[in-house]
T-cell receptor
Framework: NAGVTQTPKFQVLKTGQSMTLQCAQD?????MYWYRQDPGMGLRLIYY???????DKGEVPNGYNVSRLNKREFSLRLESAAPSQTSVYFC??????????????FGPGTRLTVL | SQKIEQNSEALNIQEGKTATLTCNYT??????LQWYRQDPGRGPVFLLL?????KEKRKERLKVTFDTTLKQSLFHITASQPADSATYLC???????????FGSGTRLLVRP
């Protein structure tokens, strides 16, 4: 099992460019999440998906869109990147519904720099 | 306002000693709290979960306590080893919105 995989590992964008971060899990988990991690601020939830076909906003959704393509894949899109979106992005998954206490499995992260 | 606080200063201890990390929270009433380990350049890895009706949970050299009156969780690593050096994150459920809220983490350094 690969667990949670993310692509790309690193990305540099110019302000205004768009890109999609890809995430896939092979654990047959129902719930998937996108977080960003900034120094001194901890992980902040951007969006989550409790099941295929459903998505919900997290704490910091502005400037992002997501797609739960199928049970395995959950992508994060930046339509017009801004320097404030420079961060490390983590995808995670859990077996049960959000809020039920299930452990979350994290991917290795994507390090994004917006110039 | 709602806050989760972990000591931002690194905890530096000698190998073999017990490391104790603190997670304090305000204005939350979590049903559970989780602890994760994060190594540099990698994603967090789940360690332990403790529910509000549990005072203490153990797993090998790890022990977590949860005091809902003090609004505090303590995370202990006994007989610490240099391989335990990492950043440790606490996370709790927000309650109504089913979101997991993370603290910013405490870095642990274990000297040989």
């Amino acid at each position: 099992n690969a667990g949670v995989t993310q692509t790309p590992k690193f990305q540099v964008l110019k302000t205004g460019q768009s890109m999609t971060l890809q995430c896939a899990q092979d654990m047959n988990h129902n719930s998937m999440y996108w977080y960003r991690q900034d120094p001194g601020m901890g992980l902040r939830l951007i969006y989550y998906s409790a099941s295929e076909g459903t998505t919900d906003k997290g704490e910091v959704p502005n400037g992002y869109n997501v797609s739960r393509l199928n049970k395995r894949e959950f992508s994060l899109r930046l339509e017009s990147a801004a320097p404030s979106q420079t961060s490390v992005y983590f995808c995670a998954s859990s077996e049960g519904l959000p809020g039920t206490g299930g452990e979350q499995f994290f991917g290795p992260g994507t390090r994004l720099t917006v110039l | 306002s709602q806050k989760i606080e972990q000591n931002s200063e690194a905890l530096n201890i000698q190998e073999g000693k017990t490391a104790t990390l603190t997670c304090n929270y305000t204005n939350y009433s979590p049903a559970y709290l989780q602890w994760y380990r994060q190594d540099p350049g990698r994603g967090p890895v789940f360690l332990l979960l403790i529910r509000e009706n549990e005072k203490e949970k153990r797993k090998e050299r790890l022990k977590v306590t949860f005091d809902t009156t003090l609004k505090q969780s303590l995370f202990h690593i006994t007989a610490s080893q240099p391989a335990d050096s990492a950043t440790y994150l606490c996370a709790l459920d927000e309650g109504s919105s089913y979101k997991l809220i993370f603290g910013s983490g405490t870095r642990l350094l274990v000297r040989p």
